[in-house]
């Protein structure tokens, strides 16, 4: 986008490599949004859409959270099915000659949130990785809540429909099903 400010410049070039996730750009005390990041996470979170100036013509959009209560405010965006990218200051801004240095540390999805207060004690928080190799298929699985790590091999002769993991749960023992190659699947 011609003409945007350098910071904003800067902030859209990280979100063009976090396309899928609401940026939550840090600028001294707040994290930040802008533009469609800024329309959903203001309606979202129920928080003051207000604008920035940006270089264009009109304001951009612009919403924000104060960094130090950021945990609720991921929980919930996360519990509403989002996928939220931190962009940090990598520099001291009193120090930082010019624009100051960010970058995303952290992209926070249903299976990697871990805050105490967004995670229910009374279920588990899995996230899973499969691997496909030549004629053979890994699953791991690990548990957020209790640090449960769980790691299988399956020859890829079994049907799809018969591919599932048996573990345990903190109340029962479950069956997950995983997907062949070439599906979409998601815990």
């Known amino acids: 986008m011609a003409g945007l400010s350098p910071m904003m410049a800067q902030y859209m070039e990280t979100k063009k490599q976090y396309h899928d996730c609401i940026l939550f750009y840090r600028l001294g005390d707040f994290y930040e949004m802008f533009f469609d990041d800024a329309l959903t996470a203001s309606k ?60 995303v540390i952290r992209v926070v999805t249903p299976g990697t949130i871990t805050s105490a207060q967004a995670l229910d004690e ?17 699953v791991s699985v690990v548990d957020n809540t209790t640090g449960d790590f769980l790691v299988t091999e399956v020859p890829p002769t079994v049907p799809c429909s018969m591919r599932s ?20 699947w998601r815990i």
Do not use: W
């Open 122 to 138: 009374t279920k588990n928080n899995y996230l899973m990785g499969i691997v496909y190799l030549a004629d053979k298929m890994g």
């Open 44 to 103: 979202e979170l129920e928080i003051t859409l207000t604008g920035k100036e940006c270089g264009l013509e009109e304001r951009a959009p612009m919403c924000g959270v104060p960094y130090h209560a950021v945990d609720s405010y991921l929980s919930r965006l996360v519990q509403k099915g989002y996928k939220v990218a931190i962009a940090e200051q990598m520099e001291d801004p009193k120090l930082a000659k010019g624009l100051v240095k960010r970058e």
């Open 165 to 184: 993991i048996n573990f345990p749960r903190r109340r029962s023992s479950a069956t997950m099903p995983f997907p062949c190659p070439g599906s979409a």
